[in-house]
Nanobody, 116 residues
Framework: QVQLVESGGVLVQAGGSLRLSCAASGATFNIDTMGWNQQAPGKQRELIATISRGGSTNYAGSVKGRFTSSRDNAKNTVYLQMDSLKPEDTAVYYC??????????WGQGTQVTVSS
């Protein structure tokens, strides 16, 4: 089992920056890829960033160039640096982890609100 806890979500003004964290515990040695997902009000949850154990990243077009994911394997923590925030980035952000055998785990989410 893997437990994920996100933190860092707050109210921020448009154009500002924010860093989210996701701390993993439990069977972290099994974790391969981790990801960040965005669920805006009334919309489906969308995968916006992934990062492999080796640090390779991929981003959705809506955040590419503004958001950066990083990973500290020693601390079992991944981060999402969010820059040039827009009101449309307002959402609950969920961290997820996928193990080498394909199991997926989710955090409880953290709310980010961007005011115009």
């Amino acid at each position: 089992q893997v437990q994920l806890v996100e933190s860092g979500g707050v109210l921020v003004q448009a154009g500002g920056s924010l860093r989210l964290s996701c701390a993993a515990s439990g069977a972290t040695f099994n974790i391969d890829t981790m990801g960040w997902n965005q669920q805006a009000p009334g919309k489906q949850r969308e995968l916006i960033a992934t990062i492999s154990r080796g640090g390779s990243t991929n981003y959705a077009g809506s955040v590419k160039g503004r958001f950066t994911s990083s990973r500290d394997n020693a601390k079992n923590t991944v981060y999402l640096q969010m820059d040039s925030l827009k009101p449309e980035d307002t959402a609950v952000y969920y961290c997820n982890a996928r193990t080498a055998n394909g199991r997926a785990y989710w955090g409880q989410g953290t709310q980010v609100t961007v005011s115009s």
